[in-house]
């Protein structure tokens, strides 16, 4: 008698898992962009003259938030990465239950 549960199922279900949480972390990373950009708006439209310590302050926060959004860029071709892997293992495990003969 064969095992009821399928494993490509399972796998299935931890991809779906993953990808949800893939696109909930980009709908963060976009909400933070934007916010970002809007702040940069503000700053950037302040009175003109030389820089002072607000327009110091502004570039150290800029440069702050280009690393971080580089190390989220890492994270989401980390992310996609592991996505892409769970997806070949669950077109493995379906190659194999249909040699199987299942369908």
Do not use: C, W, Y
């Amino acid at each position: 008698m064969s095992n009821p549960v399928r494993p490509d199922l399972a796998a299935f279900e931890e991809l779906r898992f993953l990808i949800q949480q893939v696109g909930e972390e980009l709908s963060g990373f976009r909400k933070r962009a934007h916010a970002a950009e809007q702040r940069l708006k503000t700053i950037a439209s302040g009175a003109p003259g030389a820089p002072g310590e607000a327009s110091l302050a502004a570039e150290e926060r800029v440069a702050q938030l280009e690393a971080e959004t580089a190390r989220l860029r890492d994270r989401l071709a980390s992310a996609e990465a592991q996505t892409e892997k769970m997806l070949e293992q669950v077109r493995f495990l379906r190659q194999q239950h249909a040699l199987e003969g299942g369908v």
